[in-house]
């Protein structure tokens, strides 16, 4: 390690005093040109001449000097900006001939004089950069009445907003966007996109948001997230607004939205409340997916930490909908925020609710490859899942003086679901012969809570840079489920012949619960000016238990038999310590971080039915290393690595038994080893403003040692017994590839043109045996994809166009059945175009084709394009008031379909959606902001 870090500072030494030979410095003081006040604070930035990229930055110190040292040969734009003042821009070379150029005073003229003369409007005022904050003048940019943050932000250079409201800018996908530097209505960016007028905003700011941990310490982690900004008009922020949308259609179909926003100073008030069978259902996947977890069993961290998790994992779960079945949903939600205190206290308070119901059917068709053959299961379900929640949270800050801070954040769900399906499957063999078939039913109904509370508190200390933080948390979470089951499976001989059933008809609960106490205390120690340690430890404490049994009848109607093969109760007491270090080395435009975590984790467990006892402990080892360089605020490299060592999950190591499916029965296997998983990851982002051109690509490569697969053991009669073990004689690998770059071109009426490929695969094992042939088979799965896509759009005042489309090669091998093998190039795209005519009447179009090709495991093929299209009749001035009518999937061609493969299986799924229909809609939007008259 002191070699290493000796050799690095011999080679950050050696590289600074080579490129200090061709280096030069600017340097200069800004004044008032009529009265000769010092200006300081002035932002000064130099450009590249080429393109405008920003060089360097800095600002004058407070008597209006200025110095910019590091600058290469060539040549450069000086941008001196103040408020209230014109910009002082001049053009300059730099060579060997030129050491320091200085520009001695520069005049700055304020703006009150420049009006007398002459006003410059113009593209290159509508944006600003600072240090690493991209800001855009909102007033710089044309917009409709009544038109969202939404379309204001497809107008703005480098930002796209695609057809789902994603959006992305400079190339990196944005995942949160603030109000006045605050959240709203918590990480869900279309409710602020959507729904806040663009006529308020004052300015657009994009900039990388740091984890809160690095934020306060000002050591770089690596976590960096896209983040937009919307600052608000000071004059609108008090006033109310908000927008009444109904729809009614054909085939039943209907659609509500009420919104009311109340803004006074610092106070934010909002209420909203959405109904519909659309497919709208108004909650993001980033706020349910906090709501719930997925698999209803013990899971194990990267970190060791252990916890019963509950829920089902699909949409219903998930709380949100994505094409599958017909849904219903409605939801509802409450913000609140405010500063006061001279904003050393904020509030910021959420409540939510939301009912999704979803009636699905479907048909599944698996392809289970053997070493001796193929079992081919085609299965037609029928599903009616309900689910109900609640939650609220509040988040409360307070600086208790100018070194320390407390945060405080408080959560609480409620959850009720119920669900019911009908399956019915039959299972073939390669020649086409019935092997088994199953009708199974199952219906459940559950509650589950949970609690979080969390607090922060953070000290900076004398010397600069060295700092502390202290957060505790606590979690409890509790579930209480009940429910039948009925499956009645039958098996057959070669020739057809019925030759056993097997029936279960039981009933079964299931009660989870988990506390988990979580302390940790993280201190930042500055060794030099470039190089700082992070160390922290940590504490966990965690009770769990799940208490789940299944009960056969003793006579019709009375279950009351406990079946001890499917019942268990689990209690679980688990301790763990975690320490780490990590050393930062900062520079303006390097940053490299590395080293370790690790993880002692000891845990015991009963099994309170049976008596036995499980003790377990072991040490995780989770290294780190970062490498960041910066050749502008516009232009970086990122190179990292990360490893981390997955201990097995309990239901790997002593498994939850469960008969939910007869035929596939899961194993424990006490003697798995944990595996060590490795990836390495690298990506390179470009973007210059003003010819708006954007370049990324970003690639990763993983492998696992010590792989946990699964070992597959299939009888004649199609039963399947499954267990987890490691692979030892090879390593599993995966890929990823994904990059663009795009520019507007001006001969193009200036549209934006974007070239993008998403690539990448794996190669995974699992072991599979078949009685017929007694052989155990290492089966080797490689998969491909290759996706090369063009993108076009083009958003004027009012009129936008937009197009997405490309080829597609993916590619599933099993190596047991080469020969049955899913592969073939496919073709996607989607795309859309609006404008508007006179008599304030928009028109609206969007659609999407997918074309999937027929292969050696699917003999179809599957082609569509989904169409739809709405014409607007807009209202009085300031068009408030809108009359809609939009067709929907106007071909009648939407189907639900999907293909993917898994370990020897490769599965296809058709199922239910929504396809065509009209619907008729009425929209108001309401405003009085500012203290004005209410708009008519």
């Not at 996947?285 to 089902?312: E, I, R, V």
């Not at 499957?425 to 509650?447: A, I, T």
């Not at 840079?465 to 070669?494: A, C, E």
Request: glycine share 8%; net charge positive.
């Amino acid at each position: 390690m002191k070699r290493l870090l000796l050799s690095l500072c011999f080679f950050v030494t050696i590289a600074s005093y080579t490129r200090a030979q061709s280096l030069h410095t600017i340097k200069g003081r800004t004044i008032d040109t009529a009265s000769t006040a010092i200006l300081s604070g002035s932002s000064v930035a130099i450009l590249n001449a080429k393109d405008s990229t920003l060089v360097k930055f800095t600002r004058a110190a407070e008597n209006g000097s200025f110095e910019l040292t590091g600058i290469k040969n060539g040549k450069f734009i000086l941008l001196v900006s103040y408020p209230q003042y014109a910009d002082f821009v001049d053009h300059f070379t730099l060579d060997s001939t030129t050491q320091i150029k200085d520009y001695n005073k520069i005049n700055l003229t304020g703006m009150a004089k420049l009006l007398s003369d002459v006003i410059i409007k113009g593209e290159r005022a509508a944006i600003k950069i600072k240090g690493d904050t991209t800001e855009f003048n909102a007033s710089s940019y044309s917009i409709q009445p009544n038109d969202k943050v939404e379309d204001l932000l497809k107008k703005l250079p480098g930002i796209q907003v695609d057809k789902d409201g994603k959006i992305t800018a400079q190339g990196k996908s944005v995942p949160k966007v603030l109000v006045d530097g605050e959240e709203f209505f918590g990480d869900d960016p279309t409710l602020v996109t959507k729904n806040l007028r663009a006529d308020m905003v004052d300015k657009v700011q994009l900039y990388e948001k740091s984890s809160d941990q690095a934020a306060f310490t000002g050591v770089d982690d690596g976590q960096k997230t896209q983040t937009i900004n919307i600052k608000l008009k000071e004059d609108k922020k008090s006033g109310y607004f908000g927008k009444v949308d109904l729809g009614y259609g054909t085939k039943d179909f209907y659609k509500g939205q009420v919104l009311f926003n109340r803004f006074k100073a610092k106070q934010k008030f909002s209420v909203y409340g959405t109904a519909g069978n659309n497919g709208t259902t108004g909650l993001s996947w980033q706020d349910n997916n906090k709501l719930g977890a997925s698999d209803n069993n013990m899971q194990m961290g990267d970190d060791g930490s252990m916890w019963f998790s509950f829920g089902g994992g699909d949409e219903l779960e998930s709380g949100s909908y994505y094409g599958e079945g017909i849904p219903k949903a409605l939801t509802g939600g409450a913000h609140y925020d405010n500063k006061w205190n001279d904003d050393k206290e904020t509030i910021n308070t959420n409540y939510k609710l939301g009912a999704l119901g979803i009636k699905t059917t479907k048909n599944t068709i698996n392809q289970n490859n053997l070493p001796d053959g193929i079992i081919n299961t085609n299965t037609d379900e029928n599903s009616d899942r309900n689910v109900f929640r609640q939650k609220l949270d509040a988040t409360y800050t307070i600086k208790l003086d100018t070194t320390s801070n407390l945060k405080v954040i408080v959560d609480g769900m409620l959850k009720n679901s119920d669900n019911t399906s009908s399956i019915n499957s039959k299972g073939r063999r390669g020649n086409n012969s019935l092997l088994n078939s199953n009708d199974q039913s199952n219906s459940n109904d559950g509650k589950e809570q949970n609690f979080n509370i969390s607090a922060l508190y953070t000290k900076k200390l004398k010397k600069l840079g060295r700092n502390y933080s202290i957060s505790v948390s606590q979690k409890l979470n509790q579930i209480n489920g009940t429910g039948f089951l009925h499956s009645d499976v039958k098996y057959f001989d070669t020739l057809g012949v019925q030759t056993r059933s097997e029936v279960t008809d039981q009933y079964k609960t299931n009660n989870t619960r988990s506390a988990i106490f979580n302390t940790n205390v993280t201190y930042n120690e500055p060794i030099t000016k470039s190089v700082a340690l992070v160390l922290n430890y940590g504490f966990v404490l965690n009770d769990s238990r799940s208490d789940r049994r299944s009960f056969n009848q003793s006579t019709p109607g009375n279950y009351d038999v406990l079946d001890s093969e499917f019942s268990n109760d689990f209690k679980a007491t688990q301790y763990i310590h975690q320490g780490g270090a990590i050393f930062n080395y900062k520079k303006p435009k390097t940053t490299i971080s590395f080293g370790s975590r690790i993880s002692a984790v000891n845990f015991d467990q009963i099994e309170q039915l049976s008596n036995q006892t499980y003790n377990r402990s072991f040490v995780n080892w989770l290294p780190q290393a970062s490498y960041l360089y910066k050749f502008s605020a516009q232009k970086s490299l990122r190179i990292g690595y990360n490893g981390n060592t997955t201990q097995p999950s309990i239901s790997q190591l002593q498994p939850v038994r469960v008969n939910d499916n007869p035929l596939y029965q899961p194993l424990g296997n006490p003697d798995l080893a944990p595996s060590f998983n490795s990836r390495f990851n690298a990506g390179y982002n470009s973007y210059k403003v003003l010819t708006q051109q954007s370049l990324y690509i970003n690639g990763s490569f993983g492998f696992v040692n010590k792989a946990i697969v699964s070992n597959t053991e299939t009888d004649a009669v199609g039963k399947t017994i499954a267990k987890s073990v490691n692979l030892t004689d090879k390593t599993p690998i995966n890929y990823n590839i994904y990059g663009g770059i795009s520019r507007k071109l001006k001969f193009l009426f200036d549209t934006n043109v974007g070239l993008n490929l998403n690539a990448g695969g794996s190669t995974s094992y699992n072991y599979v045996k078949s009685q017929l042939s007694d052989v155990t088979e290492l089966n080797e799965i490689t998969t491909t994809r290759f996706s090369p896509t063009i993108d076009i759009n083009r958003y004027k005042d009012k009129s936008e166009f937009y197009l997405n489309f490309g080829p597609s090669y993916n590619a599933q091998v099993t190596s047991l059945q080469k020969d049955r093998a899913n592969k073939g190039w496919g073709m996607q795209g989607w795309g859309g175009m609006s404008f508007t005519l006179p008599k304030k009447i928009k028109f609206q179009a969007d659609g999407e084709y997918t074309y999937t090709p027929r292969s050696q495991a699917f003999d179809t093929s599957f082609e569509q394009i989904v169409v739809n299209a709405s014409i607007t009749k807009s209202f009085f001035k300031k068009e408030e008031l809108k009359f809609t009518i939009r067709g929907n999937d106007l071909f009648n061609q939407n189907r639900g379909f999907r293909r993917y493969a898994y370990s020897n299986i490769i599965t296809q799924t058709n199922y239910n959606n929504i396809s065509r229909y009209f619907m008729f809609s009425l929209v108001w939007d309401f405003n009085k902001m500012g203290g004005g008259a209410p708009q008519k």
